[in-house]
């Protein structure tokens, strides 16, 4: 026994199926595109103002913040793509233009998430003197600790990252030590119960230290003369 | 909307408080739990997420109800999900512009109002039925029951894992906050919580009629 065919009018002819999909596909690309288009520049000028509100937070003093990226061949303003092997960094300013730090992002696994934060690196002493988080989604009570333990912000009031001679390495990589145990300029001091968060952040300056510093230091007098 | 006959649809209003208590989408419904459970750790998170997911149900809902006679039934998820999809985008760049550290607090979960079934029921059980006026008035009642349940999770979370509501704190530093209620069992700890509030109340209301009648 065969089953009854549906009868033509039963059936949505093909066209109508297109034709609907068409239309919706239309209407919603309109809306998206002009969703885009709208918020661009104000979602532009919102970063710019939350990249600013951040260097501003780890280099007191500093009025302006310019956008560059170091490369082997010296440092240049960041543009819209990032040259090959090139590091991006903030060099921030005061009102008379003098050059008051530099500020760099460093990223790691965490526990939940990447850990994002921004340290500032004074450039004269080869420290790093300041840490503040861009992103975290960490345990909250544990490891969102790194916002705000006082013992583990001491860390990095002259956190030790001297390039060796040729200035090709830094010549300490920084590490996370147990609570407790740091003995040397270089060495970050964990939060107890917080080991993974405390590690996250070490190992995001340390790979970006790597990176950033050996092209950054040997260049770095074209920054202070603010061009 | 089908009725029985010798009924009257209800009116607007009736609709509206309908999906705002009646049928509360997270109490009654019990819809949209990954939000409920994952972003009600504070108040203003929990009415953030609530109002984005009312704004992309009543724009959804009132375009799907424009479009109802023109969207053949065989493709009509597929056209639903594309329009959701498309407020969503609206709503995600719309955070953008309002606050980035809301939109670094809300996360992935802007993303996902797109998968929320609330969403979908709606536009499935009344925006595909109904004109596009009684249809926003449906979801924009559905939706603030929804920020209303989202707030009465986070602001108690916030309250008890934080000493504090919409970031200001109430009990003092000497309070120890109870982590465990920013952490996700806190989100079924009060939801479960409210349940039973709800449970109470219902059986005590139960019980006074069930009283009344008998002594009539």
Known sequence: MSEAAPSAAETTPSGAMIRALGIAATICGLIIVSAYEGSLDAVARNKKIATERAVFSVIPGATSVREFVATSAGIVPAGPTLPEGGVKFFGAYDRAGTLKGIAAEAVAKGYADEVRVLYAYDPEKQ???????????????????????????????????????????????????????????????????????SKAVGKGIRDSTAALL????????????GK | MNLLPGTNPPSNWAEFLEGLWQRNPVFVMVLGMCPTMAITTSAINAISMGLATTFVLAASCWMISLLRHVIPKEVRIATYI????????????????????????LGAYIKLIVANCLVLGRAEAHAA??????????????????????????????????????????????????????????????????????????????HGLAAQTQGA
Do not use: C
């Open chain 1, 214 to 225: 050996p092209k950054l230091l040997p260049f770095v007098g074209k920054l202070k003369e």
């Open chain 2, 129 to 206: 039925r109904n004109p596009p006026f009684a249809s926003v008035v449906n979801a924009t009642g559905m939706g603030l029951g929804f920020t209303l349940g989202l707030f009465m999770i986070g602001g108690v979370r916030e309250l008890i894992g934080m000493g504090s509501l919409f970031g200001i704190s109430l009990f003092g530093p000497h309070y120890q906050p109870w982590v465990v209620m920013i952490l996700p069992p806190g989100g079924f700890f009060v939801m479960g919580l409210w349940l039973m509030v709800f449970a109470l109340v219902r059986a005590r209301r139960d």
């Open chain 1, 127 to 197: 420290v790093i003197i300041g840490l503040g988080v861009v992103s975290l989604h960490e345990t909250p009570g544990i490891g969102d600790k790194v916002r705000t333990d006082r013992d583990f912000l001491k860390n990095f009031v002259a956190l030790d990252a001297h390039l060796t001679a040729d200035m090709k390495a830094v010549a300490n990589a920084i590490k996370v030590v147990k609570h407790g145990t740091k003995q040397h300029g270089w060495e970050i001091d964990a939060i107890s119960g917080s080991t993974v968060t």
């Open chain 2, 82 to 105: 594309v329009i959701i999809a498309t407020f969503v985008t609206v709503v995600d760049y719309g955070i953008q512009v309002i606050s980035l550290s809301l939109y670094e607090a």
